[in-house]
């Protein structure tokens, strides 16, 4: 069965650090690549998103992602983390070819502290 | 933001009632999802429909029923509500299934049952 594993559950940095969030799936076929993002008590929205192509994937707020398909991961990164950027973060996978699920992570809670 | 409404926001009930959750969209998509949201667990699909009429279960479907008679409308209803699913259910939609079509979240529904 596909699974996507997150392997910070929590994180916390100081304003400026920067920020690296791991996300490795178990599938062995061609996928779609996810992040989320959920602010404290607010629903999910899309960070961004690596269907083909470039495996470096730029999203909103200055996040940008990696796919590397030999290693199967797909990690989050920031240079320079903001207090605004404290939320809940969630990776997910699809199979590219038709799956109508999304498999998702457990999700890892970044505190920023000012 | 996606044209996605739940409603109620929130309820409290009591154990053994019946509960509906429902979620409205305006965006016309083919793909609805309801997720339940806990702390340690992410989120975890409760069931999916594909169409007016088609649906399918997730993860964690006992306990839980869903109907579609419109495209944009999906219910979820609880048919006998019990503690253990007390939740924050987020409602989910996707223009399409594979192909990298990411699904947009409503502003989810808090639900204690007590």
């Known amino acids: 069965a596909q699974s996507v594993s997150q392997h910070n559950h929590h994180v916390i940095l100081s304003e400026a650090a920067s920020l690296e969030l791991g996300c490795n799936y178990s599938?062995?076929?061609?996928?779609?690549l996810f992040w989320y993002v959920q602010y404290p008590g607010q629903h999910l929205q899309l960070l961004l998103k690596?269907?083909?192509?470039d495996p470096l994937v730029k999203g909103i707020k200055g996040f940008e992602a990696e796919f590397i398909k030999s290693k199967f991961s797909f990690n989050l990164r920031k240079p320079s983390v903001q207090w605004s950027d404290t939320a809940e973060y969630f990776c997910?996978?699809?199979?590219?070819?038709?799956?109508?699920?999304?498999?998702w992570g457990l999700g890892t809670s970044l505190a920023v502290n000012p | 933001d996606a044209g996605i409404t739940q409603s109620p926001r929130h309820k409290v009930t009591e154990t053994g009632t019946p509960v509906t959750l429902r979620c409205h969209q305006t965006e016309n998509h083919r793909y609805m999802y309801w997720y339940r949201q806990d702390p340690g667990h992410g989120l975890r699909l409760i069931h999916y429909?594909?169409?007016?009429?088609?649906?399918d279960k997730g993860e964690v479907s006992d306990g839980y029923s869903v109907s579609r008679s419109k495209t944009e409308d999906f219910l979820l209803t609880l048919e006998s509500a019990t503690s253990s699913q007390t939740s924050v259910y987020f409602c989910a939609i996707s223009e399409t299934a594979g192909g990298g079509s990411e699904q947009y979240f409503g502003p989810g529904t808090r639900l204690t049952v007590t």
């Open positions: 997910a996978v699809n199979n590219a070819g038709n799956n109508r699920k999304l498999i």
């Open positions: 429909s594909y169409g007016v009429k088609d649906t």
């Open positions: 599938y062995g076929g061609t996928v779609n």
């Open positions: 690596y269907f083909s192509g």
